[in-house]
């Protein structure tokens, strides 16, 4: 074998110190990939963190805007003259048990015991507390609004037209001749409004979970007297497609949408203003409970 030259030995050298240099310069630029990866990994974790604590933050506030919001309409009733009670007896008697229902479900959520999506949570909330708004419009006594005023325009305009007509046009178109009825003047306003709005809710749970749908899901579910599936089954699926099943919350759900045909029975019975009239405060506020529940029976439809 060829004895190598010192020149040779010197290349060789300088070979194998470009091939390590080489090794350390991958080596340190996978460190540096990895490093930078782990920051970035490390940002998303706190960004995720961040994002996470901001919609507890929202949820914790949203919830405490709502029990505010309950209490507060609850101390408006404690307050109300007696003089009207006797004309809402049935009527409170329902907000009374939807009250009482909403804090047993909020109760077992806080306790974990059972365990409802914030939003739904946030809405049985808001449902419970228009309830008890709608009954204090009924009996606070009032400075007499003018009819022709702006506010009256404001009435007749509606929110939920797109959210209708997405399940049936026929819904849609419905509610808003049952909204361009509700007139002070009109004698007939809550009477229309009401008798279109239980239609329309009813119409709406049963193209949200029909019969075929929820007896295929669940052949025994309970039916009612003229043998269609019975409005608590269909809540109940409505719920089990979402994993949202408890109790609680469909007791809620069904006492929230009793409570609403409540109300339409308060509104028929014309009881309320000369010739049965309703002023603008009773008829907004019953408005915007009929506005929420459609809301509601949407997001509790959601799939």
């Known amino acids: ?24 310069s991958k080596y340190n630029a996978a460190v540096r990939r990895y490093n930078a990866d782990a920051r970035q990994r490390q940002k998303r974790r706190q960004l995720a963190v961040n994002q996470y604590n901001a919609a507890v933050r929202r949820y914790n506030a949203h919830v405490r805007d709502n029990r505010a919001r309950i209490k507060r309409e609850l101390d408006r ?5 007696r003089q009207r009670t006797t004309r809402t007896v049935t009527y409170r008697t329902s907000v009374d048990t939807l009250v009482r229902s909403f804090t047993q479900l909020d109760a077992a959520h806080q306790s974990g015991a059972v365990i409802v999506d914030d939003e739904l949570l ?8 228009n309830s008890i708004a709608v009954l204090n419009a009924m009996l606070e006594q009032r400075t007499p ?4 005023s702006d506010e009256v325009e404001e009435l007749r305009a509606t929110t939920i037209a797109d959210e209708l007509r997405a399940i049936d046009d026929d819904l849609a178109a419905r509610w808003e001749g049952a909204v361009f009825a509700l007139h002070p003047k009109n004698p007939d306003a809550g009477r229309h409004f009401c008798t279109s709005a239980r239609e329309m809710l009813s119409t709406m749970l049963e193209l949200l979970a029909p019969d075929d749908e929820v007896l295929a899901a669940d052949p025994d579910s309970p039916l009612t007297p003229d043998g269609t599936v019975s409005r608590r089954a269909r809540i109940r699926h409505c719920l089990a497609r979402q994993r949202q099943t408890s109790t609680e919350l469909e007791t809620f759900i069904e006492l929230d949408l009793e409570n609403v045909l409540a109300l339409f029975d308060e509104f028929n019975s014309g009881t309320h203003g000369a010739a ?9 506020a019953i408005k915007v409970r009929v506005e ?12």
């Open 77 to 81: 009733l404690a307050s109300q003259s």
């Open 122 to 129: 946030g809405m049985s909330g808001n449902e419970t507390a």
């Open 145 to 148: 609004v003018d009819p022709d």
């Open 1 to 24: 074998m060829a004895r190598r030259s010192a020149a040779q030995i010197r290349a060789q050298i300088r070979q194998a110190q470009a091939k390590q240099r080489q090794a350390v």
């Open 276 to 284: 049965g009239r309703f002023d603008l405060h009773e008829l907004r």
């Open 292 to 303: 929420d529940a459609v809301r509601y029976v949407c997001r509790i439809a959601a799939a």
